[in-house]
Nanobody, 115 residues
Framework: VQLQASGGGLVQAGGSLRLSCAASGRLSSINVMGWYRQVPGKQRELVATITSGGGTSYADSVQGRFTISRDNAKNTVYLQMNSLKPEDTAVYYC??????????WGRGTLVTVSS
């Protein structure tokens, strides 16, 4: 499974960005896809996940501001980020997990929110 993330950039606080993660390969093995983020010197943290059935979950810090969705026809997962805050600044990584919890990772995309 290969994951290609895109959509990061520089935005002012209060603005919006949409991240995309295009998946290819043996996608039938994937149960859950999600987004994680990491700030230098800190652990990578979960942002949001979406299951193959469409169920979603979010970190408390982004609940109500971020929305994860998927387009099965395009094998793409999106993360719509609204009301961005400087503390959302991080490298965002796309993740895909199999039923046996094996993880695939895409290259990160940098999101910078200026105050």
């Amino acid at each position: 499974v290969q994951l290609q993330a895109s959509g990061g950039g520089l935005v002012q606080a209060g603005g919006s960005l949409r991240l995309s993660c295009a998946a290819s390969g043996r996608l039938s093995s994937i149960n859950v896809m999600g987004w994680y983020r990491q700030v230098p010197g800190k652990q990578r943290e979960l942002v949001a996940t979406i299951t193959s059935g469409g169920g979603t979950s979010y970190a408390d810090s982004v609940q109500g501001r971020f929305t994860i969705s998927r387009d099965n026809a395009k094998n793409t997962v999106y993360l719509q980020m609204n009301s961005l805050k400087p503390e959302d600044t991080a490298v965002y990584y796309c993740n895909a997990k199999t039923a046996t919890y094996y993880s695939y990772w895409g290259r990160g995309t940098l999101v910078t929110v200026s105050s």
